[in-house]
């Protein structure tokens, strides 16, 4: 409700000031009826004055011209003529305006709370403006109501001065009502027993006859000022006027004596009153302000200590000596000393020596009453160490031999900014050491800073004026310009890091270079994008080598012709367009008839050349769109991918037999070729790709069982072969239960020593007629059907095993390799399988080495990271088997932490005579130790092959050269041979 009241009263405060002002002219007007002392007191000006005072003399003009216009009224209604009543209120609006001008100024309500506001308002208000006023509007009304002069002047001055000194620090006091602090209940019961004795002074002053007996209420009115406030004085002010007031019209007290004339007796009344308000007023002001300013200092006091008290740096109060007169709590934390014991100590005896100059400087400077900001100082600690503290301080004004002092810990900013330089001086080292491009760029795009290599390529830019980077150096990709998708773009306007983008940049007058650029965004501690800095690694070398090797893997490395992979690939292509034109699809598979014997009589390099001539022959003889194959070994495989009927596919089978058996000169010798040929055509014998190649082979083998050089097409009864496949997985199967089969182990010994460093575990079947079956015949029935999981886990936990068992012997730290399967690695439980076998046999997990494909890593999901994650946390080695034979890819190599890359043995076995394997295990070994992998050599079978080996930096060999596989007892035979043959060597 009240808050209801105060909001109306601020929107309607005009009218209510107004109202007001028109209220107590009215009852002034009607008192003065009935006479008395009381009955001439004008408070309408002081309302007035207050509400203009209140509203920093807002609307003045407005505000007087109604009220003029209201009193004027007021007073022809209470029986003043017209033109004394428009003489009155004319000079009431002159006060009124002329007070309000005088005491103008910001304070506004709090204008009496101060005692130089005070002294104004008495003389203005009380004592000038009331007598002036009064001396312009006496004569006219004296010729209009036939009074005297002097007593009108007086009687107005009084009635007015009285009014004023009662109404304006009664309203102002009203104003500021809710901001006067209450007095406590000490004071309070003080100034209600000043009350009660001003009270009694009142009473007997005004029951006693002599006018000098009236003085006797100050004493009390002075101990009621100096011990209330403002409501109190005010309060104590009005109960003398109304008691004495109502005593004096009940004929007591000397203003009341026989034969004093009414009008007198008002004055003398009136000019009692403003003498109490001229003493308690200034009085009960000046109290106030002492009090608050003793508030205001005690408060201040009481911040600065608790500042000091509670401040997480050292302050100090020193004399003119420099010896502490005052210590802050935080000396203990700080410096280790308590701070009562740091008093009376001087500060010298805290600085370190080599801050001594400093600090003197400082304190001289302080002393002498500058300002010389913040100076380092080195401080002695309580144990002995040193601080590194930040001073700052000056001289009080009001005692000039007291210096305050701030003392703040910045060791650790300054070990922070050391280390700070520290790493600014590593950053630029490292940045002039990089190889790759590194540039600051601004919010525009426009260049900050490049590193000596980004310094070289804007030396070679073909736009070196340009305004931003983007097109000093253009980057290209698809012979299109990069512009919206560029990476400092995007890192500017997104804020996030772009990149990496595989591009294209072309400097002046040298070739294009393959570039892998990349933009990070640079933020201001608010998180703005203020720049970006833009990387640019040059990828030309290694995208030559991926491009190498990306045509290793889909190209045979000896022919040149498209291996299993691509030959499926297109297959699959091939086959698509065939099921959309319904057109027939052929597969011609050829083999060379007894192909084996030319390497046996005339060696491996021969029987290269003539793989050679046979893949350009099939090339001549094949049609355009053809696409000729090698499989491996002897075998090739044609794809055709349209025909119209089965003859047309004789036709090239006939053509292709008739290429190859036309004389071919190997070296001195002029050979003579036949080959079987097999076919198998969609739809009628399969619609897949591993289908129609199979088929394909069936028919190929059927054609050497009919006696060779001819062709044969696929039939259904060619299937019989599989009932062979189904008689050996049963057998299999048989093996497992009967324990037969076994591990051999293959020694890999260090190139540089020749010292064994490990065994490859190679699985072995020894059937129940005692004949050895080699894994090659088995293994691919193991895993068509699956017993691979089973034969897996087997030789996983019997190679553990037996490399526990070794531990003790000649093998000690000889690890173990073990060849993993796909189907094996794919199971979700491998991970549990390897720290099981690793549990049972105690084997350490770093001397065992799981052997992986590269087809198990060409499709990096999350379970094969998971599962290399988890083989790698345990300890395990990982290696890449028969490395150049498959999927071969710097990807999975970067993505993976493969220890170890195994080069197949058909690279090593005519790398001393064929340059293109020696390339190509060259490139292996040298991307293996840019990554910083291990290489193994596979069937190293002369020493010809381990010394190229060794030259090119291979790390370890394997093969007959050393050792053909045997079991564990033979291996540590051939360890102990081997290490006495290298102790002889080292002696």
Excluded at 356 to 383: F, K, Q, S, Y
Excluded at 413 to 436: F, H, M, S, W
Excluded at 830 to 855: I, K, W
Aim: proline residues 5%; contains cysteine.
């Amino acid at each position: 409700m009240e808050g209801l009241i105060r909001q109306a009263y601020r929107r309607y405060d005009f009218a209510v000031s107004v109202a007001a002002v028109g209220l107590a002219a009215a009852a002034s007007i009607w008192l003065t009826r009935f006479g008395g002392p009381l009955a001439t007191v004008w408070i309408a000006n002081g309302l007035a004055i207050a509400a203009l005072m209140r509203r920093g003399g807002e609307g003045m003009l407005r505000f007087l011209a109604i009220t003029t216009a209201m009193v004027w009224l007021l007073g022809v209604l209470g029986g003043f003529s017209a033109l004394n009543a428009l003489n009155l209120t004319l000079v009431n609006a002159l006060e009124i305006g002329w007070v309000v001008r005088m005491l103008s100024g910001s304070e506004g309500v709090t204008y009496l709370e101060q005692p130089l506001g005070v002294q104004r308002f008495i003389v203005w208000a009380v004592v000038v403006a009331p007598v002036v006023t009064s001396a312009l509007a006496a004569p006219v009304h004296a010729l209009e109501t036939g009074a005297s002069v002097w007593l009108t002047l007086g009687m107005r001055s009084c009635s007015h001065a009285l009014g004023n000194a009662i109404a304006v620090p009664l309203a102002l006091g009203i104003a500021r009502w809710r901001h006067i602090a209450p007095l406590s209940q000490q004071r309070a019961r003080r100034s209600l027993l000043a009350l009660l004795l001003l009270a009694l002074a009142t009473v007997g002053a005004f029951v006693q006859p002599e006018v000098p007996g009236l003085f006797v209420v100050f004493p009390p009115l002075v101990l009621l000022a100096m011990v209330g406030n403002r409501r109190w004085g005010v309060g104590g002010v009005l109960m003398v006027a109304l008691l004495g007031g109502w005593l004096t019209v009940i004929g007591q007290g000397p203003i009341a004596e026989p034969g004093t004339p009414p009008a007198l007796a008002t004055m003398q009344f009136q000019l009692f009153v403003l003498c109490c308000i001229a003493v308690a007023l200034p009085l009960v002001t000046s109290m106030e302000q002492r009090r608050r300013l003793g508030r205001t200092l005690r408060g201040s006091e009481a911040r600065y200590r608790m500042l000091a008290e509670y401040s997480h740096d050292l302050v100090l109060l020193l004399d003119a000596q420099g010896y502490c007169k005052y210590v802050s709590p935080a000396a203990y934390p700080i410096l280790g000393y308590r701070p009562d014991k740091l008093v009376e100590s001087s500060l010298q005896s805290l600085i370190d020596e080599a801050s001594l100059a400093t600090a003197v400087e400082l304190w001289r400077r302080l002393i002498n009453g500058d300002h010389p900001g913040t100076t380092l100082l080195r401080m002695r600690h309580a144990d002995g160490s040193y601080r590194v503290m930040e001073a700052a301080g000056g001289v009080i004004d009001e005692e000039p031999d007291r210096v305050i002092l701030t003392l703040r810990d910045v060791t650790a900013r300054i070990g922070a900014e050391e280390a700070l330089r520290e790493e600014r001086r590593l950053t630029d080292i490292t940045l002039k050491a990089i190889g790759d491009a590194v540039f600051t760029l601004d919010r525009e795009g426009r260049l900050g800073f490049a590193n000596p290599a980004g310094a070289e390529l804007l030396a070679r830019s073909t736009q070196p004026f340009a305004d931003k980077l983007e097109d000093r150096l253009p980057l290209w990709r698809a012979s299109e310009r990069v512009r919206e998708d560029h990476p400092v773009r995007t890192a500017l306007n997104t804020g996030a890091p772009a990149g990496p983008l595989l591009c294209v940049l072309e400097p002046e007058g040298e070739p294009s270079r393959a570039m892998e650029c990349s933009a990070v965004p640079i933020r201001n501690e608010l998180g703005g994008v203020i720049g970006a800095v833009f990387v640019l690694h040059d990828v030309s070398a290694i995208l030559a080598l991926s491009e190498r090797m990306s045509h290793l893997a889909h190209f045979d490395a000896l022919t040149d012709l498209p291996n299993r992979p691509l030959l499926l690939e297109r297959l699959s292509a091939a086959l698509g367009r065939a099921r959309q034109g319904a057109h027939h699809l052929a597969v011609v598979f050829i083999d060379v008839d007894r192909f084996k014997q030319i390497n046996d009589t005339l060696g491996h390099v021969a029987g290269d050349a003539v793989l050679k001539q046979v893949a350009e022959r099939l090339l001549s003889a094949m049609g355009a769109g053809d696409t000729v194959a090698r499989l491996g070994g002897d075998e090739f495989v044609v794809l055709i991918p349209a025909v119209n009927d089965r003859d047309a596919v004789a036709a090239c089978a006939l053509q292709a037999l008739e290429a190859l058996s036309a004389p071919m000169r190997v070296g001195r010798r002029e050979l003579r070729l036949t080959a079987s040929i097999g076919i198998a055509m969609f739809p009628d014998d399969g619609d897949e790709p591993d289908l129609l190649i199979r088929h394909a082979d069936m028919a190929m083998y059927a054609a050497k069982r009919a006696g060779r050089n001819d062709y044969h097409f696929y039939i259904s009864s060619m299937d019989a072969g599989a009932q062979a496949e189904f008689d050996l997985e049963n057998a299999l199967r048989a093996a497992l239960a009967r324990s037969e089969l076994f591990l051999d182990f293959q020694p890999r010994v260090d190139t540089s020593d020749g010292r064994m460093l490990g065994a490859e575990a190679l699985l072995r079947w020894r059937r129940t007629d005692g004949t050895v079956c080699r894994p090659d015949a088995f293994i691919p029935i193991a895993e068509a059907s699956g017993l691979i999981l089973v034969i897996g886990a087997w030789v996983l936990k019997e190679a553990c095993q037996a490399c526990r068992d070794w531990q003790d012997g000649p093998l000690r730290d000889v690890g173990v390799s073990v060849n993993i399967s796909q189907l094996q690695f794919g199971r979700e439980n491998f991970l549990q399988l390897v720290m099981e076998a690793l549990r049972e046999a105690g084997l350490p997990p770093h001397l065992l080495e799981l052997e992986l494909t590269e087809s198990m890593l060409m499709e990096p999901t999350d379970a094969v990271r998971q599962r290399i994650a988890g083989l790698k946390s345990l300890g395990v080695n990982l290696s890449i088997d028969d490395f150049g034979t498959g999927y071969s890819s710097l990807a999975y190599l970067r993505r993976f932490a493969i220890d170890t890359l195994k080069i197949d043995r058909s690279f090593i076995a005519d790398m001393a005579d064929d340059p293109e394997d020696a390339s190509v295990i060259h490139a292996i070994i040298a991307l293996a130790i840019s990554l910083g992998k291990r290489v193994v050599a596979e069937g190293v079978e002369t020493q010809r092959q381990a010394d190229l080996l060794a030259a090119l930096g291979c790390h370890e060999m394997q093969g007959h050269l050393y050792s053909p596989p045997v079991d564990a007892a033979r291996l540590a035979e051939f360890a102990r041979r081997r290490g006495a043959a290298r102790t002889r060597r080292l002696g």
